[in-house]
């Protein structure tokens, strides 16, 4: 298939590009490098054997761009990953995530059925359940209020997917909704580049084993969990992106709307995540507690039985692969891309 890519040279989006090839699948991406870089991209290449990536430098809510692209590369499908994802940043520039995330989105979705590609695999997040009424989170528990408006985004854009479904069944629409990625390709040539102090847990921990960062600070030692820090469900990168191929299934078959949850199923704490990656590295990571941060909830992670059943996927790597591969992604590129 060919499949448009937005946001195709961040984090997952660039994961999955290599996955996509893997599987036979060919891409033209488009994004406004705005969290990313052209040198993404070029390691994909490399890592997939091709000589470049089809690519164009354009913002998702820039219509005759989106026009022309998909003139010059008529798609049969779009992974949509374009967006700003910062939860903190969310809160004091509002504005800046609706427009982008929300209004980018719909300009997307009207370019996409003018050139009569109906087939949509968007990154919605676990974000979205809020503080879930149940754990482990089947696909059936009823969506929550969104501690940012970061979350609200991808609710919002949720809604909107399935109202368009409803209207007009032509649609076949997926709805992702990610736990925790971590990790890199096992390669250590692609990986996850935060710009500035990492908010998420992972990066700082690289940040720290490589002396960037004197000591993590852990948020929270009070929680109602095993060992009172907070339990997520991490993801390996990998798993990850192999979890959009296995979505493209769902696409095949014309699903209509379908929604699955991306998880390995197990809820780690902090302090099993400093543990995994002093083991698996051999590096001390030195900590000290912190205040809870406003908004975390103490305990979240997947049921992932609906992907295994209709999609046949499940993810395959552990916490340890997940530590070693994030270091070794920081370790050959301290810098970054
Ligand atoms: P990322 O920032 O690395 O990738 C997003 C890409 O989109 C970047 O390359 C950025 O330059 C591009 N982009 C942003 N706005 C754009 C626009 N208006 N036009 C064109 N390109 C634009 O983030 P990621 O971690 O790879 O996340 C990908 C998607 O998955 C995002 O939508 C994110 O919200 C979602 N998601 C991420 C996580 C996570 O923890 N990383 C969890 C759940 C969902
Ligand atoms: C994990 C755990 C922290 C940093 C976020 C978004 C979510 C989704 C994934 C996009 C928590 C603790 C963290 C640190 C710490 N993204 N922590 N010290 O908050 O579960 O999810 O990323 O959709 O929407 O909210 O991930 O990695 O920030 O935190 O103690 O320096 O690590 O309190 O328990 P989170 P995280």
Same mark, same amino acid.
């Given at each position: 298939m060919k499949i448009l890519v937005t946001g195709g040279a961040g984090f997952i989006g660039s994961h999955t590009i290599v996955e996509l090839y893997h599987a036979g699948h060919d891409v033209v991406v488009v994004d406004n490098l705005c969290n990313s870089s052209r040198e993404s991209l070029k390691r994909v290449a490399e890592l997939v054997g091709v000589a470049e990536i089809p690519f164009f430098e354009a913002d998702i809510r820039d219509r005759s761009a989106l026009d022309h692209v998909l003139t010059e590369h008529p798609c049969e499908a779009c992974i949509h990953f374009a967006g700003l994802k910062a939860v903190g940043e969310s809160v004091t520039k509002p504005w800046e995530y609706y427009e982008n995330n929300v209004s980018g989105t719909l300009v997307l979705l009207d370019v996409l059925r003018q050139h009569h590609c109906c087939n949509l695999i968007f990154s919605s997040s676990?974000?979205?359940? $809020? %503080? @879930?009424?149940?754990? @482990? !989170?089947?696909?059936?528990c009823p969506k929550g209020r969104c501690a940012s408006p970061y979350g609200q985004t991808k609710s919002m854009v949720e809604e909107i997917l399935m109202d368009m479904q409803k209207a007009d069944p032509l649609w076949n629409i997926v709805l992702l909704r990610y736990f925790n990625p971590v990790g890199a390709h096992p390669s250590g040539q692609i990986g996850e580049n935060p710009n500035g !102090? @990492?908010?998420?847990l992972m990066p700082y921990i690289t940040q720290v084993a490589i002396g960037k960062r004197p000591q993590l600070g852990i948020f $929270?030692? %009070?929680?109602?969990t095993p060992d009172g820090t907070g339990v997520r469900d991490y993801i390996h990168v990998v798993d990850l992106a192999r979890g959009h191929v296995a979505a493209l299934t769902a696409i095949e078959r014309k699903c209509g709307l379908a929604i699955y949850n991306l998880g390995t199923g197990q809820g780690y704490s902090v302090l099993d995540v400093v543990k995994a990656f002093e083991k698996s590295t051999g590096i001390p990571i030195p900590y000290h507690f912190e205040p809870r941060r406003p908004g975390d909830i103490d305990s979240y992670f997947s049921n992932p039985a609906k992907a295994a059943r209709e999609l046949h996927w499940t993810a395959q790597y552990g916490l340890e692969d997940m530590c070693r591969d994030s270091w070794n992604w920081q370790k050959q590129n301290p810098e970054g891309f």
């Open positions: 676990a974000t979205v359940y $809020g %503080d @879930p009424a149940e754990v @482990p !989170i089947t696909e059936a !102090i @990492p908010n998420n $929270g030692n %009070d929680y109602d």
